[in-house]
C-alpha cells in the first residue's frame, strides 16, 4: 500500500506483485515489490521496490473499477493493479521460465472465458517489436488451440510442455468418456485419432491435497487388484490391436 502511494495515481502494482495478488498457478511475490508507471520525470526509487516504466497504461472506462476488457490497470480492493491480460504480458519480461508464464496463463484462462481474445488485442496495441515479455506471450498464444480447454492444474500444464517437446500430437483436455447417455469420467488428455483411443491421467501429490492423500487415493492401485474406472475405460476402448 505505501508503495503504490508514493508512486501515485498513474502507477499500478504490475509484474510479479501483480501475478501474487490475482494469484494464478507457479507465481509467487517472492519479497519483490513492482510497480509500473506512466509518468515522464525519473524519481529516485525507494529500496525495495522495482520501478517499470511504460507509454500507456490504459484505465478502466469507470473510475475506482476492476480492469476491464479495453484497459490495462483498474482497483483490485484498495490496490490499483494490472489486469490479467496485461500482467501475462509483462510477467515475460521477468520471469525466466516460459514454462511458469504457461501455467500462470492456463489458470486465468480457467477463470475468465474471454481472456484469450482480451490477450491478442492487448498485444496487438502494447506487444510491439523489441517490448520486453510480450514474445513470450505471443509464441504460447500461436502454440495454443485457441478452442481448447483450460489445463486444470499446473502439472497438466507441464505434462503437455513435455509432450509437445517430444513431438508427440496435442491431446483433446479434459475429454469426457461416456458409455451411450451415462458419463463415465473425464480424464486430462485423450487422443482421438489412434485406435484405440488413448487416455492420460496426470496424478501427482499437489492436486491430490498432498502425498498422503494421493497414496491413500492411488498406493493401492500398484497391487495387482484391477482399478474399477481403469478397467471401464479398458472396456470402452475396445482390445488392443495385437503386433
Known amino acids: 500500500m505505501a508503495a503504490t502511494l508514493w508512486a501515485g495515481p498513474e502507477s499500478a502494482v504490475s509484474h510479479r506483485s501483480a501475478a501474487a495478488l490475482w494469484k494464478p498457478d507457479g507465481i509467487e511475490a517472492g519479497g519483490v515489490v513492482e510497480l509500473t508507471t506512466a509518468r515522464c520525470r525519473n524519481p529516485d526509487v525507494p529500496k525495495g521496490i522495482t520501478l517499470h516504466r511504460t507509454k500507456l497504461l490504459t484505465p478502466p472506462e469507470a473510475p475506482l473499477k476492476a480492469p476491464d476488457k479495453t484497459s490495462d490497470a483498474g482497483w483490485l480492493g484498495a490496490l490499483r493493479v494490472t489486469g490479467l491480460a496485461r500482467t501475462l504480458i509483462d510477467l515475460g519480461a521477468v520471469v525466466s521460465d516460459p514454462a511458469v508464464v504457461e501455467a500462470a496463463m492456463e489458470s486465468a484462462l480457467r477463470r475468465d472465458e474471454q481472456l484469450f481474445e482480451r490477450m491478442k488485442e492487448r498485444l496487438e496495441i502494447l506487444g510491439g517489436h523489441g517490448r520486453r515479455g510480450a514474445g513470450v506471450l505471443r509464441e504460447l498464444l500461436a502454440l495454443r488451440d485457441p478452442d481448447a480447454a483450460p489445463t486444470e492444474g499446473m502439472f497438466e500444464t507441464l505434462i503437455e510442455r513435455l509432450l509437445r517437446r517430444a513431438g508427440i500430437e496435442m491431446p483433446v483436455r479434459q475429454y469426457e468418456v461416456w458409455d451411450g447417455d451415462e458419463f463415465i469420467a473425464r480424464i486430462d488428455f485423450g487422443w482421438l485419432t489412434v485406435t484405440p483411443h488413448v487416455g492420460l491421467e496426470s496424478r501427482g501429490y499437489w492436486c491430490h491435497s ?22 471401464r475405460l479398458r472396456h470402452l476402448a475396445g482390445p488392443c490391436p495385437q503386433a
Open 210 to 231: 498432498g502425498r498422503a492423500r494421493f497414496l491413500q487415493r492411488y498406493g493401492s492401485r500398484q497391487q495387482a487388484c484391477p482399478d474399477a474406472l481403469a478397467d
